[in-house]
């Protein structure tokens, strides 16, 4: 039987040699072109978000999908790109935004009520074309909700965003596109960093929440559950793998008024 | 130096038709007057071969099979003039609006863009055809001898300088802007013709008719000249369709609109300017007709506005009317008139066509014209001023922003400065932190919280208690106190275990979920609020 397959094969090779050089290999369509989230850990590990894909970042409240989605926002308008932002809950705090370094000119925000809305719109946006990247933050919505959208509207997303230069960015609280997406984040909190403005005392002895404490900002850890869009050399193109991750330092930005002068001294 | 004429032969039937194109196949008699004194005020070639005249009443003209009636339209007529005119300026800066259905063109300096005068009437032709208007085109060495020829001779028509007398000879003397007297004496004379009567020697014209008869005969010979009165330009181009029933459906309604915004299309595209705007102006139904309709419930009977008026600006200018029509339907569609339309009138405001230029190495951006589109029809989904590019307010206050509408910036695409701000990222052994997300809840949610020597120690909101694990604050702000709505709060970064109050079934297990979020005291209400969470 293997030799049947094996004269089988040869004698096809030997047919399309002439017009196709290995047809029993597969090749890769096209070349993927991915892009820096803004944060080296991340794009380390995944090698960037690739263009003309869904990208689907998951995990609990507080484990730093909105500080991606940032990080992205900023890495993207500082390159002169056009995004958009389908905030499904109305979530997105722009004053944050605009002081991390997004350029609130060239974000197009679509504030919504509910699932729903917010499909409908991301569709609208995509048909319209032009953006660098469009993202659908589902963060706020139940699980099951989210549970519900039928596969074939994250199939047809993707589709649709094929061979475009969009990124399409789908952050909830768990996974949903299956396979639909070209590469999957999920992401979790570590643990929390809190600093303590009074130099004098130990920290054992202190109070609980004492006063003077400031948050600093988190530690998250980011685990990649799906990969397709990685270069043919180093990986193949459609397959699954988990990495043991990377680590994702958070920051909390103080604006003027919130910094205490117990802060100030300290700096 | 050369003139040229532009004349709209049979005007008030061609303006009709400039409305309604289905109608230049058909017989048509246009009726004027106060019922039930109505009569036909003008026919086309068709309707005359049918054996209407003008004159005749309604009634009897309603006899004959075949014939389409419509009443006359003064607001199409100053549309057609309108688009006259338009058509004018695409050839010429300096036109002389002569009468409602001819205009004057001086056509010097158009030797470098036309090889021959013939030309230049062809592509007069041309412009005025695309306004939906078929005129007759005469260029001559004076004005008067132009509009002259225009009248009498159809298609175009070019005089060859000093043939002037030649060519006017054969027209009728009906050309001639005659007096009703002037016009019985020639008739009696038997003058039928301008040569026949340029023939005439002057000393006897002048004797029998004075002034106007030496002025006619100067006219007759191609003679007179004089300079021309230079019009000058519109900047707004309006159209206007009165309907014979009000229209309610937005189909029918889009069908009408879209034809109107043809027409004005082609007026900014032969004058190479384009749409900044446009305001849409329908006169409604009134209420005193809806009131009769048995349709509608009682309660529509109160007092309905008697006009809507709509705008629409453009975040640059453009001439494509079928997007026009799609935002119009969609401004329609979330907002429609509150009564049938019975008059409709749209004007642009005009501006230069912009030019974009494109780059190999630039980022795509949306098209604008698609991209006004794309946030019209989500402004539909999610509601108007949801939609937008967001700015900051001058204030400290929580959530100080406001929409504004979303347009590409003019400096899309050059190189940034890796983004304008106070944050900087630091980068410490190849470590890099991202800047903390936050998660604002829209309105901000009650909470309640237990203190212990004032610092918060445990919190219920949203159906979950949580025990506080740390807590940064107090941050007091406060602002706005000169204004009506003033703020004072106490805000607190507050890490919390939570354990949902909902899953209380101990086979079960409760779910503990862990997050930092920011909570604020309101001083002015004395409550406890949750701002968001980091994420």
Known sequence: MNSKAAALRFEVESVLASRHASPFQYHDRRAVETIAAGIPSIDDLTGGLPRGSLTEIHGPPCSGKTSFLISTLVSRTAASEVCALVDARDAFDPRLAETAGVRLNQLAWVRCRNADQALRATDLLIQGGGFGLIALDLSDIPPHLVRSVPLPVWFRFRRAVEYTPTILLLLDQESNAKSCASLVLRLRMEETNWSQTSENMEEDALPPHPPGLLLDGWKSCAEMIRASARQPESFPISANFRSDGADLEIQTIWNDLAISEGALRKR | ?535
């Open chain 2, 1 to 535: 130096m050369a003139f040229a004429s532009i004349f709209v032969p049979n005007f008030m039937v061609q303006a009709v038709v400039r409305a309604e194109p289905a109608l230049r196949e058909r017989a048509l008699a246009l009726i004027d007057g106060n019922p039930p004194l109505c009569s036909v005020v003008a026919i086309d070639e068709k309707a005359a071969r049918a054996g209407i005249e003008c004159g005749m009443t309604k009634t009897n003209a309603a006899q004959f099979p075949g014939v389409e009636m419509r009443p006359r339209s003064r607001p199409q007529e100053k549309t057609a003039h309108a688009a006259l005119l338009d058509a004018g300026w695409s050839v010429s800066p300096k036109i002389e609006d002569t009468a409602e259905d001819a205009i004057a063109l001086d056509l010097s300096g158009l030797d470098h863009l036309f090889h021959s005068e013939e030309e230049i009437a062809a592509h007069l032709v041309q412009r005025s055809s695309g306004c939906g208007l078929l005129p007759n085109v005469a260029v001559a060495s004076n004005i008067e001898t132009a509009l002259l020829a225009a009248r009498g001779f159809t298609g175009i028509t070019v005089i060859p300088p000093g043939k002037e007398t030649q060519y006017l000879s054969i027209l009728p003397v009906g050309v001639l802007p005659l007096s009703g007297e002037t016009a019985e004496t020639l008739s009696r004379w038997g003058v039928h013709t301008c040569g026949a009567f340029a023939d005439l020697p002057i000393l006897q014209i002048s004797e029998r008719l004075g002034q106007e008869g030496v002025h006619l005969h100067a006219l007759a010979r191609g003679a007179e000249s004089r300079s021309l009165n230079v019009a000058e330009q519109e900047s707004s181009f309006e159209e206007e369709m009165e309907l014979d029933d009000a229209v309610e459906e937005l189909d029918p309604l889009s069908f009408l609109l879209g034809r109107l915004l043809d027409q004005l299309c082609a007026r900014l595209t032969a004058r190479s300017l384009a749409a900044a705007s446009i305001r849409v102006r329908f006169e409604l139904q009134p209420a005193f007709e809806n009131a009769l309709d048995p349709r509608k419930e009682p309660a529509l009977h109160k007092r309905l506005p008697a006009t809507y008026e709509t705008r629409i600006e453009l975040p640059i200018p453009v001439r494509d009317s079928k997007m026009l029509l799609k935002l119009l339907r969609l401004r329609l569609q979330s907002n429609p008139p509150a009564a049938p339309v019975q008059k409709m009138a749209l004007v642009a405001e005009s501006a230069r066509p912009r030019a974009m230029q494109g780059g190999l190495f630039l980022p795509s951006f949306p098209e604008p014209d698609k991209l006004e589109l794309t946030i019209a029809r989500i402004a539909n989904v999610v509601g108007e001023g949801n939609v937008g590019s967001p700015s900051l307010a001058d204030t400290h206050c929580p959530d100080g922003f406001r929409m504004q509408r979303f347009r590409i910036p003019f400096d899309v695409g050059k190189p940034g400065d890796g983004g304008g701000s106070s944050f900087r990222r630091e980068r410490r052994n190849d470590f890099f932190k991202a800047a903390a997300g936050f998660r604002a809840f829209r309105p901000p949610v009650p909470a309640s919280m237990e203190l212990h020597e004032h610092r918060p120690q445990r919190v219920i909101f949203q159906g979950m208690r949580g025990r506080v694990l740390a807590a940064s604050g107090p941050w007091r702000t406060s602002g706005d106190w000169w204004r009506e709505n003033p703020w004072q709060q106490e805000e607190w970064d507050l890490e919390i275990d939570f354990r949902s109050l909902a899953s209380r079934d101990s086979s079960a297990g409760c779910q503990t979920v862990r997050g930092i979020y920011r909570f604020y005291y309101d001083a002015l209400r004395q409550s406890w609020f949750v701002r968001g969470i980091y994420d």
